[in-house]
Antibody, heavy 120, light 108 residues
Framework: QVQLVESGGGLVKPGGSLRLSCAAS????????MTWIRQAPGKGLEWLSY????????YYSDSVQGRFTVSRDNAKKLLFLQMDSLRPEDTAIYYC?????????????WGRGTMVTVSP | SSELTQDPAVSVALGQTVRITCQGD??????ASWYQQKPGQAPVFVIY???NRPSGIPDRFSGSSSGNTASLTITGAQAEDEADYYC???????????FGGGTHLTVL
């Protein structure tokens, strides 16, 4: 079935780095824009970045621009989020999601998320 | 503005109709999508476009839009509809995405 599974979360110190992965299955990954969204404990959803299906265009929120890098490997059906210069306020559940084809910002498939904790 | 504004909390009596709203300048140019999130779970996609429901979403959920306001309506709310609801859309530039702050729905 159509599925997204995130991995790579964990505990990291401020200033550290972490790389998240999102494995896609059940659909033609290379046809879809993909996005990363996070949710801090007890807070709402925050969009971080999306990458076009080819990977040629990537957009970031102001909060992560310059610190986070999104990439994808269409052959392996993987989406990545490289997080550098991590701050305590980056502590959150990180979700990857698929943008429904032809529909702006309509995220139809979500993973279960992976928890990232930034703490000394 | 690149913000979407939602009421923090709304309540509805069991079986009654409730409307959850989302306001923002970007909604004049882009449709909102809506998501339901229950505690400890990932969000679930419930409405997109003019008024479209993904497969598996009950038809008591509907969407509408007017000017800078998008609405999610639940007609005949059920106990299982108690959840947080988020709207989102592209921002005014069209290059980024913005989420509303979320509305907690209580079914009484």
């Amino acid at each position: 079935q159509v599925q997204l599974v995130e991995s790579g979360g964990g505990l990291v110190k401020p200033g550290g780095s972490l790389r998240l992965s999102c494995a896609a299955s059940g659909f033609t990954f290379s046809d879809y824009y993909m996005t990363w969204i996070r949710q801090a404990p007890g807070k709402g959803l925050e969009w971080l970045s999306y990458i076009t299906n080819s990977g040629n265009n990537i957009y970031y929120s102001d909060s992560v621009q310059g610190r986070f890098t999104v990439s994808r490997d269409n052959a392996k059906k993987l989406l990545f989020l490289q997080m550098d210069s991590l701050r305590p306020e980056d502590t959150a559940i990180y979700y990857c999601s698929r943008e429904r084809g032809g529909e702006f910002a309509a995220f139809d498939i979500w993973g279960r998320g992976t928890m990232v904790t930034v703490s000394p | 503005s690149s913000e979407l504004t939602q009421d923090p909390a709304v309540s509805v009596a069991l079986g009654q109709t409730v409307r959850i709203t989302c306001q923002g300048d970007s909604l004049r140019n882009y449709y909102a999508s809506w998501y339901q999130q229950k505690p400890g779970q990932a969000p679930v996609f419930v409405i997109y476009g003019k008024n479209n429901r993904p497969s598996g979403i009950p038809d008591r959920f509907s969407g509408s839009s007017s000017g800078n306001t998008a609405s999610l309506t639940i007609t005949g709310a059920q106990a299982e509809d108690e959840a947080d609801y988020y709207c989102n859309s592209r921002d005014s530039s069209g290059l980024r995405v913005v989420f509303g702050g979320g509305t907690h729905l209580t079914v009484l």
